[in-house]
């Protein structure tokens, strides 16, 4: 994932865990790219129209990580899994909102001049996906959160076998198991 060394990004995690209100300003820098590379992934997944921007989700998830009262990562993977997790409420946060009937609900956008209606981002879907991931943590914790590294922090598996201390066999075998359970959920 990133060029910075890993040492440096758990050192500065620690600190801000002890409370150095300068270690979260020399953090950034060091994980912006991995940040915007995370959101640029899941935001590629998302139907053209999206108002929400990587940079934009990339700000307010960091905002929501450092901003919490008791930072608690132990190392440079917990933070990027806690990264995609922040990313995903976001998303779910943003599909439920649209999804409100003052804010349209399921009225298609439309941009003048335009012969067709083009719908935005596909909220349904998002809280289709967030709704069967509930269920899916209920029943196994372990596939949900691989779940939640791959699609909505757009982790690598190798990359969700060190944030969950697992070997990269486990998590394609866990993975796998969760899409299948997903696919089935979703065609409900």
Known sequence: MSEAPASRITELLGEIRDGRPRAADELLPIVYE???KLARSRMSRERP???LQATALVHEAYLRLVGDGDPHWANRAHFFAAAAESMRRILVERARRKARIRHGGDQARVTLGESACVQSADAADVLAIDQALERLSASDEQMARVVVLRYFGGLEIEEVA???NLSPRSVNRLWTAARAW???ELMR
């Open 34 to 36: 991995e940040l915007r």
């Open 49 to 51: 129209g999206q108002t």
């Open 162 to 164: 060190a944030a969950m």
């Open 182 to 184: 997903l696919q089935r």
